[in-house]
Nanobody
Framework: QVQLVESGGGFVRPGGSVRLSCTTS????????MKWYRQVPGEQRELVAS??????NFAESVKGRFTISRDNFKRAAYLQITDLKSEDTAVYYC?????????WGQGTQVTVSS
């Protein structure tokens, strides 16, 4: 059974940081492109970051306040967000994609508020 489980969300003050985790099972993790999406109620789900395996077991990509990484040994993906702003409040979803296969986690809530 394929399973993706997100964790690490919660309440955080503006300017803080969070590190979300996505653990996987039931897939050949190394072959999958790992993606993070977020969704605000009433709005469409939007892509935050994406990362393929590459030649090494650990990979990382940094763009602005967002850092996506993956560890093929642990079969997990991560999303770090720094300098959190109110507009970052959303449910964050982990997504694993390979060819026509696509799997989703249930999401983890991140709420940025003072």
């Amino acid at each position: 059974q394929v399973q993706l489980v997100e964790s690490g969300g919660g309440f955080v003050r503006p300017g803080g940081s969070v590190r979300l985790s996505c653990t996987t099972s039931g897939i050949f993790f190394d072959s999958y492109i790992m993606k993070w999406y977020r969704q605000v109620p009433g709005e469409q789900r939007e892509l935050v970051a994406s990362l393929s395996s590459g030649p090494r077991n650990f990979a990382e990509s940094v763009k602005g306040r967002f850092t996506i990484s993956r560890d093929n040994f642990k079969r997990a993906a991560y999303l770090q967000i720094t300098d959190l702003k109110s507009e970052d409040t959303a449910v964050y979803y982990c997504n694993a994609v390979f060819n026509r296969a696509s799997y989703w986690g249930q999401g983890t809530q991140v709420t940025v508020s003072s």
